[in-house]
């Protein structure tokens, strides 16, 4: 064993990913994949919610190198379930490990989002409501609230696992499609309910697009049809008391997704940091596969 693999307390991690991940893959690889519906956005959301019965099963990792600091990988596991066609409900488990520092598993969180419209609309509202758990060791940045930036990187884990914070996040969401695009809008609010510390605001803004809208003639895996492309815009908005960019950190990343016919939705995007108070790089990977009426399989096969 290397001395950078010592470096590495990997029983966390494994203790707490190893069943869930097993579920996960043994599930997603014996049933018929469907291609995954939303966007391939890693911080904004849409409007799209996941079909009622469905059950969508994502891998999402976040690496990066902060300056002055310990390159650190995230891993989140995420089970989204389409409990009617108005509400879709989500839970993620997530864990980190840091270079020359340990591997912490941070905790989860537990999302809700309600569709009040059906019907497709120019703008397409829904309304997101998240409790979290988690420690301040966590890296996987799946949103920017607040004054968040480089500095909670580089603090070491032994420190920030000793702090758990309990928060409440919301998030109002404005989706639109035309002519193939996807043009989404995030208002984040986020309230500390361990502290008064006063709300955190951030936001998203995603922009996508298939690279062909009409399927092809002849199955295949890698035509134009399975692939996707867009842009992320994402950051801070500071708080209630101090409203604003002042103080902030803001990224913008590039996203590439193939979703494979009966198979896995792979992405990846690099984001780029905008300003000094941001992490210069950040690297996203995600693979999802979606698998139908989960619970009419599960009938199915005890029959």
Same mark, same amino acid.
């Given at each position: ?194 502290? =008064? ?6 936001? %998203?803004?995603? $922009?996508? *697009?298939?690279?062909?809208? /009409?399927? @092809? &003639? ?30 902030? =950190? ?6 590439? %997704?193939?979703? $494979?016919? *009966?198979?896995?939705?792979? /992405?990846? @995007? &690099? ?33």
């Amino acid at each position: 064993m290397t001395a950078f693999a010592r470096n590495y307390d990997l029983k966390i991690i494994r203790r707490r990913f190893a069943a869930v991940c097993v579920i996960g893959i043994v599930v997603a690889l014996s049933s018929s994949r469907a291609r995954a519906q939303e966007p391939p956005y890693f911080v904004a959301y849409s409007h799209a919610m996941e079909e009622p019965g469905n059950l969508e099963i994502q891998m999402r990792s976040t690496a990066a190198s902060p300056k002055y600091g310990n390159p650190f990988g995230s891993a989140t596991v995420e089970f989204e379930f389409g409990t009617t066609a108005w509400w879709t409900t989500e839970v993620y488990l997530s864990g980190q490990a840091t270079g020359n520092d340990s591997a912490v598993f941070n905790g989860f969180r537990i999302e809700n989002r309600f569709r009040p419209l059906l019907h497709e609309h120019w703008i397409n509202p829904v309304l997101y409501a998240e409790y979290e758990n988690l420690n301040e060791a966590d890296r996987s940045i799946l949103e920017v609230t607040g004054h968040d930036g480089v500095q909670d990187y580089v603090v070491p884990n032994r420190i920030q696992r000793a702090e758990t914070e309990r928060s409440l996040e919301t998030k109002l969401i404005l989706s639109s499609n035309f002519r193939g695009w996807n043009i989404s809008e995030n208002f984040i609010a986020e309230k500390d309910l361990n502290e =008064s510390d006063p709300w955190e605001f951030g936001y %998203a803004v995603g $922009i996508s *697009r298939p690279l062909a809208l /009409a399927a @092809s &003639p002849r199955a295949c895996t890698f035509c134009r049809e399975n692939w996707a492309a867009g842009v992320e815009f994402y950051g801070g908005l500071g708080t209630a008391t101090s409203f604003g960019w002042r103080g902030t =950190s803001q990224y913008v990343g590039p996203i590439i %997704a193939l979703s $494979i016919p *009966r198979g896995p939705t792979i /992405a990846f @995007s &690099p984001n780029v940091g905008l300003n000094d108070n941001s992490l210069g790089i950040l690297y996203r990977f995600s693979v999802t596969y979606e698998v139908r009426q989960i619970f009419g399989r599960f009938h199915r096969s005890g029959q």
